[in-house]
């Protein structure tokens, strides 16, 4: 996959982080989605590729949303045939609120490299590269704590643990203060608090819970570039959903993924933040109708981790809007 690439799906989120940045604080999580996804689905237009967004914001019926088996790019003469798995605005309710860790996210791969993951929740497990290896999603939180524990040779106390606060998680957040983890609650956005176990500085050991298993693909992505490790377990609501995996090519509904086998071969993940949070600045805005974005790009086959600031004239720039 051509290297080039990063910057022209950094110019997209971008865009969209700038669209959606705009109702910070508002209020409205519709409103800022949509400002995002039109703002990426737009910007998609400049790029030259023949990309399927395979991990989307919903089905196609779901418009304005960047559906699953959406077409994107100019799609010209020789345009490369990659999967696309995008989320425009991780944390609608963040930057709705104002809060903490909203980013706008696209993670690319050859054709056929992602799992074509529906949308249903997923039981998640991660770590950075310090305890790869040391992770096991069907061991008990307690087990795992003090894995990552022995592997990064800090006492279980000094571990935080990161998990969505949700009532689903009661058993779960007891569990790991029965330990003595630290643990640190979010309100949303799984992606961010996944690569933010892999971040360094971030202060974030382990990521433990369920939530979207879409997010779990993207942060699986990241987690490839970052060397660090990732588990997942499609975790199904009701029959329906079950038949849409099957019919998606899932075949086995309890299999237990590694990072490997949720994104595989070469891999670019890109991210631009919305709100300020744990290992990316939101969008700060200047006098004179100016901005400042800061992004992150990451390739899976060098290992290269690159952060970019960038200066924005709004007035002089292309309108995604």
Avoid at 222 to 235: E, V
Avoid at 274 to 281: A, E, I, Q, R, S
Wanted: some cysteine.
């Amino acid at each position: 996959m051509d290297r080039n690439l990063a910057l022209e799906f950094v110019r997209i989120t971008e865009a969209a982080a700038l669209a959606s940045a705009e109702w910070t604080g508002h209020g409205d999580e519709k409103a800022a989605d949509k400002a995002a996804v039109d703002a990426m689905r737009k910007a998609f237009d400049s790029v030259n590729i023949d990309g399927t967004v395979v991990i989307g914001e919903g089905e196609r019926d779901e418009a304005p949303m960047l559906y699953i088996g959406e077409k994107v790019g100019n799609k010209s003469n020789n345009a490369p045939k990659i999967d696309i798995a995008l989320d425009p605005l991780e944390g609608t309710t963040i930057c709705a609120t104002g809060g903490v860790g909203s980013i706008s996210v696209i993670a690319v791969a050859e054709s056929g490299n992602f799992l074509h993951a529906p949308d249903t929740y997923m039981d998640k497990i991660a770590c950075g590269p310090g305890a790869k290896g040391a992770i096991d999603i069907d061991k008990s939180a307690t087990e795992n704590i003090r894995r990552v524990a022995d592997a990064l040779k800090k006492p279980v106390g000094d571990i935080t643990v990161v998990i969505l606060n949700r009532p689903r998680h009661e058993k779960l957040i007891a569990e790991v203060r029965a330990t003595g983890a630290r643990i640190h609650l979010i309100g949303d956005g799984d992606v961010s608090a996944a690569i933010a176990t892999g971040w360094q500085d971030s202060g974030i050991d382990l990521l433990i819970g369920t939530g979207g298993a879409p997010e779990g693909v993207i942060s699986a992505a990241a987690m490839q570039c970052l060397g660090g490790d990732f588990q997942g377990r499609l975790n199904f609501r009701n029959d329906e959903e079950k038949a849409r995996a099957t019919k998606m090519g899932v075949k086995d509904l309890t299999k237990k993924y590694t990072v490997d086998e949720l994104a595989t071969g070469s891999v670019m993940f890109v991210a631009t933040g919305v709100t300020d949070g744990p290992f990316l600045k939101g969008v700060k805005t200047l006098p004179g109708r100016q901005a400042k974005t800061h992004s992150v790009v990451m390739r899976s086959a060098t290992g290269t981790i690159r952060t970019i600031e960038a200066h924005h004239r709004l007035n002089q720039k292309p309108n995604f809007k």
